[in-house]
């Protein structure tokens, strides 16, 4: 027997463990927002840059991107790669990295951090476009119709439109 199979059954073990916090965390923000009156749509593809999008008017949609804060955790990364470090595609010898990407600079609107007790929402505009976390301690949370509410403010609209959504966005729902 191969030494090496019990490192790669440990390591599947951990993706499975981060892989599982997410989906909590994806349902908690699911409940969360269809308690609110919103349908949110979660896209086929899992390296989706958005977890989620959510309709605040006819033809106007918000991305989300849902981030896991439990235990005793309050560091929230703003990048997809928090720490600026990066990861290899595929192995081997002609392997890439993965290009860290900023969230704020992506489009994504909203910031959902799911807590061990509540789903707290950020506007990500709230954020420099080159921060790279920020800690849910030091930052007040909105609720999703503060996020609405903030961005149409923001952009001095009467309408529900925010800037940044095209009316032409199409979803790709399962």
């Known amino acids: 027997m191969n030494d090496d199979f019990g490192i790669d059954f440990l390591s599947n073990f951990v993706r499975a463990k981060s892989a599982l916090s997410h989906t909590k965390s994806e349902i ?3 409940y969360d927002l269809l308690k609110h009156s919103y349908d949110p749509h979660f ?3 899992r390296d989706s840059i958005h977890d989620c999008v959510i309709e605040v008017s006819q033809n106007v949609w918000l991305k989300i991107q849902i981030k896991s804060c439990y235990n005793k955790s309050t560091s929230v990364n703003l ?3 928090g720490n600026g470090s990066t990861a290899p595609v595929s192995p081997g010898d002609n392997t890439k ?3 860290n990407t900023s ?3 992506a489009g994504i609107h909203v910031m959902a951090v799911v807590t ?3 789903v707290l929402y950020y506007p990500i505009q709230m954020f420099d476009s080159e921060r790279k ?5 030091k930052e007040t949370p909105f609720t999703i119709q503060e996020v609405i509410d903030y961005y149409e403010t923001r952009n ?3 309408s529900s439109a925010i800037d940044g959504v095209s009316d032409t966005t199409v979803l790709a729902s399962c």
């Open 79 to 81: 990048w997809t790669r």
């Open 156 to 158: 001095n609209r009467t």
């Open 116 to 118: 061990d007790t509540s």
């Open 43 to 45: 896209p086929c593809d």
């Open 28 to 30: 908690a923000v699911k």
């Open 103 to 105: 969230y704020y600079k």
């Open 133 to 137: 976390s920020f800690s849910i301690k």
């Open 97 to 99: 990295p993965r290009t």
